[in-house]
């Protein structure tokens, strides 16, 4: 009707008139420098997986520190920046959302440390085996995605803008950091356990504590709101490196060359798993001015976006679970054939970790073309069986294994103990 205009009208007149930001939201397609993002992460955390287990050397540390900086938090941002671009808001969805990614998180910690090690020490009869066993307790990314939606919808149902949630994820993350520096963890293990779920304990698999963590979601879903409204994505995308990189390269040349009273060491697995406010922040720059990169990248190519980062992205769930659980099994067949206390190094980790990818994608396509197997697909009541099969195999394993454990496999003992 005349008078009125569209969306993309009011859009190009902004443009015309060399606006970055709209008053409304403007940009609510899909982002594509978002999927060139989660095809890199994808690969960064199937190749450091490979190097957690099989080899460090000096390019490994170059591959934990990207882990570090981008692969972690990156996960969290994009979820969070998603969580904005998602069409289902509704608080239910929010909510079933996050019980089937708990629950995937425990199947997953099931079939690459539960029942393997347990299988493993039924085979051998090493003790240390079954005290892998319990790893299967550890904080996986999929459990924290899990809680984060059931705290966004919680926070949702009481109307909180995308500002007062990263003031609250700032309050948490806080409030974690100085239990940690306060607190003593519990000695008991499985109250540990529990707790480091939450906040970060020195005594177990606490290698992903939520109120930690959330920080980067509650960034995301904030910088997702303001990327709805930029009408010029070039111009934002140049004003984001101009500002993020020279800050993140001091910052992070001061943090590797001095000790900053209170804060973690840098590149240590305390701060890794704490992630206090500063070094949050500047990760996150680091994150953004990443996806600056991939936009230019994107731009490079002709606005084409590669079949292979269109199918990582769409599988990025799926690669994750596929690629460490291969290289999780890997890992305890030779621990079994060469004894457990054994070490062995890959020479070409970085290699192996890209057929790992390629492998991935293999397994994925003909999953999807010929055999059709999701549980998060599957049909109500079978999925809900399927799920509740999961959490009371859970329980049964952990009765029948814990008080045969003599001492606990964590990453602080570089998940070997003897006793």
């Not at 979601?217 to 010029?232: C, E, M, P, R």
């Amino acid at each position: 009707m005349e008078g009125k205009e569209t969306k993309s009208e009011k859009k190009e007149e902004i443009i015309e008139k060399g606006r970055i930001f709209s008053e409304e939201n403007v940009n609510v397609g899909h982002q594509p420098e978002i999927d060139y993002f989660k095809t890199f992460i994808t690969i960064l955390i199937i190749v450091v997986h490979v190097y957690s287990y099989f080899n460090i050397g000096y390019f490994g540390y170059f591959v934990y520190t990207l882990i570090q900086i981008l692969g972690a938090p990156g996960c969290q941002i994009q979820t969070g920046i998603g969580m904005k671009y998602t069409r289902h808001h509704e608080i239910s969805n929010y909510v079933s959302r996050g019980i089937v990614l708990l629950t995937m998180g425990q199947y997953i910690n099931l079939i690459r440390n539960g029942i393997p090690s347990l299988i493993a020490w039924w085979i051998t009869g090493d003790k240390l085996f079954i005290s892998r066993v319990l790893l299967f307790l550890q904080t996986d990314v999929l459990h924290f995605a899990g809680l984060s939606f059931l705290l966004i919808a919680l926070l949702k149902k009481h109307k909180l803008s995308d500002i007062s949630i990263l003031i609250f994820a700032i309050i948490m993350n806080s409030c974690a950091f100085l239990i940690y520096k306060i607190i003593k963890s519990p000695d008991n293990y499985l109250l540990s356990q529990f707790i480091g779920f939450f906040v970060f304990t020195t005594n177990t698999e606490s290698i992903l504590p939520f109120c930690s963590y959330f920080i980067f979601i509650a960034l995301g879903h904030w910088f997702g709101g303001i990327l709805q409204k930029v009408s010029n994505k070039d111009k934002f995308y140049n004003l984001i490196l101009i500002i993020c990189l020279p800050i993140t390269l001091i910052y992070y040349c001061l943090r590797a060359c001095y000790e900053f009273p209170i804060l973690p060491p840098f590149l240590t697995q305390e701060l890794y798993s704490l992630n206090p406010i500063p070094d949050s922040i500047i990760f996150f720059m680091s994150n953004i001015a990443s996806l600056a990169v991939f936009h230019k990248i994107h731009n490079c190519l002709k606005g084409k976006t590669p079949e292979f980062v269109k199918h990582t992205s769409r599988n990025f769930t799926q690669y994750y679970m596929v690629g460490y659980v291969i290289t999780m099994q890997m890992y305890t067949y030779m621990k079994v054939t060469r004894g457990e206390k054994s070490t062995f190094e890959l020479k070409y980790p970085t290699i192996l970790g890209l057929m790992l990818v390629i492998i991935c994608r293999i397994l994925i396509d003909i999953n999807n073309k010929y055999i059709h197997f999701t549980i998060i697909n599957l049909k109500n009541p079978t999925r809900n069986l399927v799920f509740a099969l999961i959490w009371i195999m859970t329980i049964i394993i952990l009765i029948y294994t814990y008080p045969k454990v003599e001492c606990y496999t964590t990453q602080w003992n570089f998940y070997y103990c003897e006793k």
